[in-house]
């Protein structure tokens, strides 16, 4: 029994390590795609990605990020006003919304909506062979399918993430201005002193890498999914479950290189100046 044990556990430890060189293999031969000489069909292969990526998830990333601000307001205003700082509410709002609420959610919703579709649809043409017929063809699934979903998803992610900062910042403003009651010119200045361009800019960098993040992994969930319809339904839930996992470990790690990098450059008393 206890052997039986073992064995399974190691078949499953051997099986993780194998299947993650895989995927860093994988996303080596992306990059070197990525960085080689394109022609202009390639180019021209994605701008409907693009249209897929960021005009359709335009509708989901508005709800969600209009909504957690409104929530961030209606949550933080008792504390506030139990201290007699409810004129400060715009700071903890919008500096939330802009470090880390905006491009975390904007990414999660990406990796729902857009994520799951990719591995669906690689994954449908690897059952179905098309993905061999290329090969056989001359063609390079990973230039053709790849590259361009992964250049639409890194220049995009930035852009939904800057929309659904503004969003969020909007929501927030409109609940505690329009119906709490905090005067407006408290709000903004409070939020002025604390928000400035580096915590702007952390947002949007980190942004870049989740939506690679999202692309590499559905479309190699897509490219290794197994065999019939369970197949690739078994892999967009894994290939979100992983983009969501990935997301929140480059987060933590960006949270932590650019509270480093912070106290580098401006020092400790920059932060008491806020």
Same mark, same amino acid.
């Given at each position: ?140 699934? /990973? ?8 250049? $639409?998803? #890194?220049?995009?992610?930035?852009? &939904? @993430? !800057? %929309? ?80 969501? /996992? ?8 960006? $949270?932590? #290189?650019?509270?480093?990098?912070? &106290? @580098? !450059? %401006? ?8």
């Amino acid at each position: 029994m206890a052997l039986d044990l073992i064995e399974s556990v190691g078949r499953r430890t051997t099986g993780v390590v194998v299947t993650f060189g895989d995927f860093w293999r994988f996303v080596g031969r992306t990059v070197l795609i990525l960085f080689a000489p394109l022609r202009m069909r390639h180019v021209r292969a994605v701008l409907p990605q693009m249209y897929e990526v960021g005009v359709r998830s335009v509708p989901v990333v508005a709800v969600t990020g209009a909504f957690i601000g409104m929530v961030l307001a209606v949550e933080s205003f008792t504390q506030f006003k139990a201290i007699g700082q409810e004129s400060r509410l715009g700071s903890i709002i919008n500096l939330s919304v802009v470090k880390q609420i905006g491009p975390v959610l904007a990414a999660v919703m990406l990796a729902g909506r857009i994520g799951g579709a990719l591995t669906a649809e690689l994954g449908t043409m690897n059952v179905t062979e098309q993905l061999d017929a290329l090969r056989v063809m001359g063609s390079d699934p /990973i230039r053709v399918l790849v590259v361009p979903r992964l250049v $639409a998803c #890194v220049l995009l992610t930035p852009v &939904l @993430t !800057i %929309y659904s900062d503004f969003l969020g910042v909007t929501g927030g403003w409109f609940i505690s201005v329009q119906t709490l009651g905090i005067p407006d010119e408290a709000y903004w200045l409070a939020s002025a002193r604390s928000v400035d361009i580096w915590e702007i800019n952390e947002g949007l960098v980190k942004s870049f890498f989740f939506g690679g993040a999202i692309a590499l992994i559905s479309c190699y969930k897509g490219f290794t999914c197994g065999a019939g319809a369970s197949g690739v339904g078994r892999a967009c839930t894994e290939s979100f479950v992983a983009s969501f /996992i990935a997301i929140i470990i480059l987060n933590f790690f960006f $949270a932590q #290189v650019a509270k480093d990098w912070y &106290l @580098t !450059i %401006y020092g400790v008393q920059s932060i008491f100046a806020q």
